[in-house]
């Protein structure tokens, strides 16, 4: 019998939440806040299902609730890209170490 | 289609792969910015990747590239307009949209299942139809969770919890009721149950957050950073992505990991947090007869006095400072003391602030070096041996009842050993208690001298006075 590729899927998920287990202990506590952009902005990968919604269609109907739905997600996800890693970059940029030549 | 389904899963492996570099990054202030770098990688590959196997680009093509513009602006301008001190509500903020976005992409799936070869309207495959309802509901348990955290952390609305009678009863129904809609929904795949499990959602997200007070948000925001998480892999099952399914499950991890290291600074369960209404009424009555024991006021000269006959001085930041924004002229008072040779450090506890690394933030914006900023466990014994211990702001997290009164509601929270200090200089507005609403020990203790004012204008006085 052959193995339903949902399986395949779930694999990857449960795996992923192992490895996002160990990863996100190793993030040092003065970086949580920059973590949790960083992962607002990785979790508008949502996008992407956006983009289908919106690409979908014949060419003379573009404007179904389907395609305008997708045009909606597109934009609040790519607030959230655009918005959460810039604001985690501005944020990094600030983290300095003492300066040696006191 | 330019690109081939198959080439296209291995692009979007390559960009989870980023995104889990993204986190690996922030290990260290080092390598952080690097993996800022893979993350934006990750992401610009899984645009790409998208645009390049859908392929046919009708003109629609046009309106993705406009609506994907707006956003992008809007997003932008806001990374670079917002001050420091208003991350949590932008943090809250964002989630909504995720949770929104989730909604968003599910029901256009639901209406359209054909452009995601899902099946027919009506006739929807049943493991898609299930993935695709946990993705709308989680969707929207996040956005109305999180647009009640925003507006509770901007002050629209009050931050005290609001409870009413049966409302976890309520609750626990409306959860039962989403699994009984989802079956429904797939047995008979009418519309009406998956508008019904929409609007149920939103209703819980709205109903779970207002029972939790201002200064449990730390968790919420972690909580709410986990769910949006799980929405997105609902949806990256149902789309059948890998880079949604493994970003999910970090991002739902990473906020699960979150939302316990928070309960745990608090010595609370989970549970109990997001049930919520802590310290709302019961302590007021027994605080009445303690308000008459005798503190000592002082102003910023005697703070600057005993500072500069210090050797070493301990700072504790809380959510005052940054409600004061004095985290600037705390670091020039800092710079002053070191020119005298006085050796000055930070200590945080896990849950200063309104959300995870709150005050790590804003001393990095005001400059001051990540190596003199130090956890609670790191430098809980240093204050045995410092003189003075510089309280800005915060209250129950040094409050010795936890470690003493097992009456205490706090009892057995890590607090920071700053009484063990040879004096403490308490910079508060009044004597008022903390969000837990119970008296500090600490304000009544021969060595302590309670500074009334505000943060930042008490902390430029002591400048002065150096």
């Not at chain 2, 932008?90 to 976005?101: E, N, P, W």
């Not at chain 2, 993705?135 to 901007?154: D, E, H, P, R, Y």
């Not at chain 2, 892999?233 to 149902?238: E, L, M």
Request: glycine residues 8%.
């Amino acid at each position: 019998m052959e193995i339903d590729p949902f399986i395949f899927r779930l694999s990857i998920f449960i795996l992923s939440i192992f490895i996002g287990y160990y990863v996100v202990w190793s993030v040092t506590p003065s970086l949580h806040t920059p973590l949790m952009s960083v992962t607002n902005a990785i979790s508008s990968v949502i996008i992407v299902g956006a983009i289908i919604a919106g690409l979908a269609g014949s060419p003379d109907s573009i404007f179904t609730i389907s395609n305008i739905l997708g045009f909606l997600a597109i934009s609040l996800a790519a607030v959230n890209i655009f918005g959460g890693f810039l604001v985690t970059q501005r944020m990094l940029q600030m983290y300095k170490k003492k300066k040696k030549d006191k | 289609m330019i690109m081939s389904a198959n080439l296209s899963a291995i692009f979007y492996l390559v960009s989870g792969v980023l995104f889990i570099l993204a986190l690996r990054g922030l290990s260290s202030p080092e390598t952080s910015r690097q993996g800022n770098f893979f993350g934006i990688l990750g992401m610009v590959i899984a645009i790409t990747v998208t645009f390049l196997s859908v392929g046919s680009f009708s003109t629609g093509l046009i309106y993705v590239l406009i609506f994907l513009l707006i956003g992008g602006l809007i997003g932008a301008f806001i990374a670079y307009k917002i001050p420091m001190t208003a991350m949590p509500e932008l943090v809250a903020g964002f989630h909504s949209l995720v949770g929104l976005s989730a909604v968003f992409v599910a029901i256009s799936a639901f209406l359209n299942p054909e452009a995601f070869n899902l099946g027919l309207p009506g006739d929807i495959k049943l493991a898609s139809l299930i993935e695709m309802s946990i993705g709308a509901a989680v969707g929207a348990i996040t956005f109305s969770g999180s647009i009640i955290a925003f507006l509770k952390l901007q002050g629209i609305m009050s931050g005290s919890p609001i409870t009413f009678k049966g409302q976890h009863f309520l609750n626990a129904l409306l959860l039962v009721s989403i699994i009984v809609l989802t079956y429904l929904l797939c047995s008979s795949q009418s519309s009406n149950f998956f508008w019904i499990l929409v609007a149920v959602s939103f209703l819980i997200g709205f109903l779970l957050i207002i029972p939790i007070g201002g200064a449990d948000m730390p968790v919420v925001i972690s909580m709410l950073n986990s769910y949006s998480g799980w929405a997105a892999a609902g949806i990256g099952f149902t789309l059948e992505n890998t880079a949604l399914i493994i970003t999910g499950a970090l991002v739902g991890s990473s906020g699960a990991i979150l939302s316990y290291i928070m309960c745990k600074g608090m010595n609370r369960s989970f549970f109990n947090v997001i049930l919520g209404g802590f310290g709302a009424t019961d302590q007021a009555s027994s605080k009445g007869s303690k308000e008459q024991k005798p503190v000592k006021n002082g102003n910023a000269e005697d703070a600057a006095f005993l500072m500069k006959n210090a050797s070493s001085v301990i700072i504790v930041p809380g959510y005052g400072m940054a409600v004061a924004q004095a985290q600037h002229a705390l670091r020039e008072m800092v710079d002053t003391l070191k020119k005298n040779d006085i050796k000055v450090s930070y200590a945080i506890h896990p849950v200063a602030g309104r959300m995870p690394g709150h005050m790590n933030v804003l001393l990095a914006e005001a400059n001051v070096p990540y190596d003199e900023v130090f956890e609670l466990e790191e430098i809980n014994n240093d204050f045995a041996n410092a003189d003075v211990a510089f309280v800005i702001g915060a209250n129950d997290v040094t409050n010795p009842a936890a470690k003493t009164d097992p009456q205490s509601p706090i009892y057995g929270m890590p607090v920071l050993d700053v009484e063990k200090c040879k004096s403490v200089l308490f910079v508060k507005r009044s004597l008022s208690p903390g969000y837990a609403g119970i008296d500090n020990d600490l304000f009544y203790k021969e060595n302590t001298l309670m500074l009334f004012a505000d943060a930042k204008k008490m902390t430029e006085d002591i400048t002065k006075n150096l």
